[in-house]
């Protein structure tokens, strides 16, 4: 039951299990190390480390805690719930430890941004004579794509040859995945076509690889490979093969794939239905891609920022800030790429009020430290005529990107381009939006 439990993997699923164990321990039926495990693991796929810290305590006190199969339990809890230093403690004090506890807290590191860490700790397996398996190299692959290290990555590539790995579907498609991520696009092709089985996550790779690459067409060409041999796309498929439309600004072939995500049924899928709305936006179909918003049952901050950056980038300025204040009345709180979808639109008023406006919005979600948000105010404000408060604005920053220097230097010219728009852009501005602007400031 407890496995049938773990299995399910929801939030109602680890209170109905552990409302069972609760059961059994009534029954006075005394628990078995692998109780222990299925619990820890729905709480690490769940997240919730309260409950884990509770079957940990409970693991302690029914004598399992020097148990390896445990204790690997509560690492990979421990590691899931985000706490990395809690589940390397646990690790440290493992009496015992083999490849499975290596790779739980080399995964812990490696999937929570520390790939450096992760690395030294697979050298650290091999120094303690313990022989990494194919798990642990598809573990490890993605940290040298995350600190875009082709040297090690190759290495790691060594070594799968040398241990016969190669056929594993899932070790190549993870070094197809580390040449791409590591810019070695040639080679990431070589080892995919010489693969002699590919799962969906393997072309899934590949679309993605060429998609990040900036090689569009070429991701649409095996998209279309991969349906020619009948293999049925994924949530994940669909999303990379939207984003080369949206990058080619190809609508046809857009449309047809939003005729796929109907055909298979994954338009519930809100981040699907999030990379249509944003490639109709780039392809010119901003009402289609409105008319999708609206039809969703589910909106998530990312679909209102793809629907008020569609917009904005369409010149549909007054309706981009609209959404923006629509959003903030439904309580959903902005974050650093809503205002960078926000700021253009305002630059395209000219209006300074509302431009010091969104400074205010900025200053009060604490986004003032952000490079992207301040180089938007920054154009902004120049673009408003206010070069002074941008020159201000810029000397402040402690952190500056090219783009941040192009909108400096751009300024002064941006005052003269804009100067006769701004005279009749505060009456345009509030003759639009009538009654809802005392409640946006």
Known sequence: MLKGYAKNNSSSSLVDAVSFFCQMRNDSVQPVVYNFTYLLKLCGDNSDLRWGKLIHAQLILNGFSSNLFAMTGVVNMYAKCRQIHEAYKMFDRMPVRDVVSWNTIIAAYAQNGLS????????????????????????????????????????????????????LVNVSTALVDMYFKCEAVGIARLIFDRMS???????????????????????????????????????????????????????????????????????????????????????????????????????????????????????????????FVEMQWQNIKPDSFSLVSVVPALAELSVVRQAKWIHGLVIRNYFDDNVYVMTALVDMYAKCGAVHTARKLFEMMNERHVTTWNAMIDGPRSLHKNYSRMLGCEEMWTSQRGNTKEEAS
């Not at 690395?119 to 190299?137: A, F, H, N, W, Y």
């Not at 590919?198 to 060409?221: C, F, H, L, P």
Request: net charge negative.
């Open 116 to 167: 450096s860490v992760a690395l030294e700790l697979l050298l650290r397996m091999q120094e303690e004579g313990k022989r990494p398996d194919s798990i642990t190299v598809v573990t490890i692959l993605p940290a040298c794509a995350d600190i875009v290290s082709l040297r090690i990555g190759k290495s790691i590539h060594a070594y799968v040859l040398r241990a016969g790995f190669e056929s």
């Open 197 to 323: 089985n590919r799962n969906v996550v393997s072309w899934n790779s590949v679309i993605d690889g060429y998609v990040q690459s900036g090689d569009v067409e070429e991701a649409m060409s095996v998209f279309q490979m991969m349906l020619d041999q009948g293999v049925e796309p994924t949530n994940v498929t669909v999303m990379g093969a939207l984003h080369a439309c949206a990058d080619l600004g190809d609508l046809e072939r857009g449309m047809f794939i939003h005729k796929l995500v109907d055909e298979f049924k994954i338009n519930s899928d809100v981040s699907v239905m999030n990379s249509l709305i944003s490639m109709y936006s780039k392809c010119k179909k901003v009402d289609t891609a409105a008319a999708i918003f609206e039809r969703m049952k589910v909106k998530t901050l990312v679909s209102w920022n793809a629907m008020i950056l569609g917009l904005s980038q369409n010149g549909r300025v007054y309706e981009a800030l609209n959404y």
